[in-house]
T-cell receptor
Framework: DGGITQSPKYLFRKEGQNVTLSCEQN?????MYWYRQDPGQGLRLIYY???????QKGDIAEGYSVSREKKESFPLTVTSAQKNPTAFYLC???????????????FGEGSWLTVV | AQTVTQSQPEMSVQEAETVTLSCTYD???????LFWYKQPPSRQMILVIR??????QNATENRFSVNFQKAAKSFSLKISDSQLGDTAMYFC?????????????FGQGTRLTINP
């Protein structure tokens, strides 16, 4: 089945550790995104990528890093510089590479990250 | 800056009733789309309906319809004959292109409960 797979579903991080959230899509989409959701709030954009080997910072990129070495993969690393990383993280993708604001953005099932 | 505001944090109705969720937005863009996403307890974001700003006709998807008032920058969602499965968080979002990339801005969400 086509879709977006995020792993792990639940992740616990110790203070000072970097952790990486995986996101894989088999929809042949060019654009991929990472969003953060805090309890009772909407989604905020962390990073996005329109094409392989290129990505841009979103609204809350500090303390995060990404890579886009393959079209289908867009992993997110939460670094120790992120002071409040406990949140729900959603990966998403869309078919277009921009210049069109109407592409549907599809979401994965999300990953819970908790700092212990 | 693009902003989306949902003024109703929570709503509750009886099964089979009609419910309307409010959304207002602010944008300086001429070409944009508006979306409603549903987030059930599973936390996956599911597209409910979308509206192109150029189209005056309100979008409809089965029991879901919108009331798009462009001049007032209002984009409300009406759910007719509500069902228990409609219980979820609902997010309004505006989509626009910036620096060649599509971006979504989300509201804070409305938690909708359908009671039997």
């Amino acid at each position: 089945d086509g879709g977006i797979t995020q792993s792990p579903k639940y992740l616990f991080r110790k203070e000072g550790q970097n952790v990486t959230l995986s996101c894989e899509q088999n929809l042949n989409h060019d654009a991929m995104y990472w969003y953060r959701q805090d309890p009772g709030q909407g989604l905020r954009l962390i990073y996005y990528s329109q094409i392989v080997n290129d990505f841009q910072k979103g609204d809350i990129a500090e303390g995060y890093s990404v890579s886009r070495e393959k079209k289908e993969s867009f992993p997110l690393t939460v670094t120790s510089a992120q002071k409040n990383p406990t949140a729900f993280y959603l990966c998403a993708s869309s078919i277009g590479t921009g210049h069109h604001s109407g592409n549907t953005i599809y979401f994965g099932e999300g990953s819970w990250l908790t700092v212990v | 800056a693009q902003t989306v505001t949902q003024s109703q944090p929570e709503m509750s109705v009886q099964e089979a009733e009609t419910v309307t969720l409010s959304c207002t937005y602010d944008t300086s863009e001429n070409n944009y789309y508006l979306f409603w996403y549903k987030q059930p307890p599973s936390r996956q974001m599911i597209l409910v309906i979308r509206q192109e700003a150029y189209k005056q006709q309100n979008a409809t998807e089965n029991r879901f319809s919108v009331n798009f008032q462009k001049a007032a920058k209002s984009f409300s969602l009406k759910i007719s004959d509500s069902q228990l499965g409609d219980t979820a968080m609902y997010f309004c979002a505006s989509s626009f292109v910036i620096q060649g990339a599509q971006k979504l801005v989300f509201g804070q969400g409305t938690r909708l409960t359908i009671n039997p």
